[in-house]
C-alpha cells in the first residue's frame, strides 16, 4: 500500500495499452463465479468448518500470493503508462458520486436490520445467543442501522457497530470476526464523511468536529484496506486453507463448478475452490494496494454478483455492504474525482474532500 501516486506523463502507446488494460479487464471478469460466494453460510457445521491452519505453506497459498504481487505490478504499470490513478475517467461517475454515503448508509443497515432479525450479527455465521442477551445485541445493531438510514445521529450509530465488532469476539472464533473488518471501515468512513444528510435550512451536519475532519482525507482509504482486508482474509478462511468447506459448498450447489459441468473432469471440486479462494486473494491485494482502484472494482464486480441468482437470498442481501462499498471506490463518495494535474503530491485517496456538505 503506498501513500503517494505522482501521476506520469502518458507515452505514446498508451492507447494502445490502455487497450489491453481492457482486454486483461473482460478476461478477468470470468473467473470462478464463486468467488465471493460465502460456503459457510450455506453449509451445516462440522468437521470441515475450522481452517487448516497448516495450508498456509501449502501451494496454492502460494500461487495466490504470486498472483497478487502480479496483479499488483500490472496495475502499477498501467497507471504508469495511463499517467492517472483515477483511469478510466467516465464523465457520468461524477454525477453519481454525491449520493454515495447514503447508498453506503442505507444498503449496509439492510444487511444488519436482516441479520439481526434472526439473532445474528452483521453475518449468519455468528450466532447471537437465544435469549435476553442475544435480544438486547441485536436491538442495539437495529438501533445503529436506522441511524444509517435516517443519517439521524450517524456517527454514534458508527460508534455502535465498532462496539458490536468487538462484542463479536464473545460469540464466534476470532477468525470469523476479522472476517467482518469491512463493517469497521464502514463505520469509520460514516464518522469521517457523515451520511450525506440534506437540510432544509442548508446548515451543515451539526455533529462534525475537528476529529472528524482529520480523518476526512483518509476515509476512501480506510474504506478501500478494509474491503481488501476482508476480501484477503475470507480467501483464507473460507477457502485456500478450508478447502473442504468448500468442496461442502459444491455438494449443495455443484452447478458453481461451471468448468466440470461443461465436461472437464479434471477440474475437480478441490481445485475449483483452489483457483477461486487464488482469484479473491488477488482481488484483496490488489484492492489494498491502491493502484488503479477503479480498475480492479470493475474486474471484480462481475465475480462478485455471478453467483447471486442461484443462491438464497441471504447471498444478495449479505453482500449489499461490499457491493455499496464497491460503489463508493468507484465514484469516490464525496472526494469527487479530481483534476489529472491537481494535488499531485498526495494519492487520490487523501486528497481533501471537496465540499460537499452544502
Same mark, same amino acid.
Do not use: C
Given at each position: ?27 478477468? /471478469? ?6 465471493? #460466494? ?30 497478487? #504481487? ?11 503508462? @495511463? ?10 461517475? %461524477? ?40 435480544? *438486547? ?44 473488518? *469491512? ?33 476526512? +482525507? ?16 475470507? #480467501? ?11 468442496? /461442502? ?32 486473494? @488477488? ?6 494496494? !491502491? ?11 462481475? +465475480? ?29 463518495? @464525496? %472526494? !469527487? ?12 485517496? %487523501?486528497?481533501? #474532500? ?5
Amino acid at each position: 500500500m503506498r501513500f503517494d501516486q505522482t501521476p506520469q506523463a502518458a507515452k505514446p502507446s498508451a492507447g494502445l495499452s490502455r487497450r489491453w488494460l481492457v482486454a486483461l479487464s473482460v478476461a478477468l /471478469a470470468f473467473v470462478p463465479g464463486v468467488v465471493a #460466494a460465502h460456503p459457510r453460510w450455506f453449509t451445516e457445521k462440522g468437521p470441515y468448518w475450522e481452517p487448516e491452519w497448516h495450508r498456509i505453506f501449502s501451494l496454492p497459498v502460494l500461487l495466490a500470493l504470486l498472483s497478487g #504481487a502480479a496483479a499488483v505490478g500490472l496495475l502499477a504499470w498501467g497507471e504508469r503508462i @495511463t499517467g492517472d490513478p483515477l483511469w478510466p475517467r467516465p464523465p457520468f461517475l %461524477q454525477r453519481l458520486e454525491p449520493a454515495a454515503p447514503a447508498i453506503l448508509g442505507v444498503q449496509t443497515a439492510i444487511t444488519m436490520i436482516f441479520i439481526a432479525s434472526r439473532l445474528d450479527l452483521f453475518v449468519p455465521n455468528i450466532e447471537l445467543p437465544h435469549n435476553a442477551l442475544g435480544v *438486547l445485541i441485536a436491538g442495539l445493531a437495529v438501533v445503529a442501522a436506522f441511524a444509517f438510514i435516517t443519517g439521524v445521529l450517524t456517527r454514534i450509530g458508527a460508534a455502535m457497530v465498532v462496539a458490536l465488532f468487538l462484542l463479536g469476539f464473545f460469540f464466534a472464533d476470532w477468525y470469523e470476526v476479522v472476517e467482518q473488518l *469491512l463493517f469497521v471501515g464502514i463505520a469509520l468512513y460514516l464518522v469521517a464523511v457523515g451520511r450525506g444528510v440534506v437540510r432544509a435550512d442548508g446548515v451543515d451536519e451539526e455533529d462534525r468536529s475537528a476529529m472528524t475532519d482529520r480523518l476526512l +482525507p483518509h476515509a476512501l482509504m480506510i474504506l478501500r484496506v478494509s474491503a481488501g482486508l476482508t476480501v484477503l482474509v475470507l #480467501a483464507f478462511t473460507e477457502k485456500l486453507i478450508n478447502v473442504d468447506l468448500g468442496v /461442502a459448498f459444491l455438494r449443495e450447489y455443484p452447478e458453481f463448478n461451471v468448468a466440470r459441468e461443461l465436461g472437464f473432469t479434471w477440474f475437480s471440486d478441490e481445485r475449483f475452490v483452489y483457483a477461486a479462494g487464488i482469484v479473491e486473494a @488477488t482481488a484483496g491485494i490488489a484492492l489494498i494496494s !491502491g493502484y488503479l482502484t477503479r480498475v480492479v472494482i470493475l474486474v471484480i464486480w462481475l +465475480p462478485f454478483n455471478l453467483g447471486i441468482p442461484f443462491l438464497p437470498a441471504e447471498e444478495l442481501i449479505g453482500h449489499l455492504p461490499i457491493l455499496s462499498t464497491m460503489y463508493v471506490l468507484l465514484v469516490r463518495g @464525496t %472526494q !469527487g474525482i479530481p483534476a489529472l494535474a491537481a494535488d499531485t503530491e498526495r494519492s487520490p485517496d %487523501q486528497r481533501p #474532500a471537496e465540499a460537499m456538505r452544502a
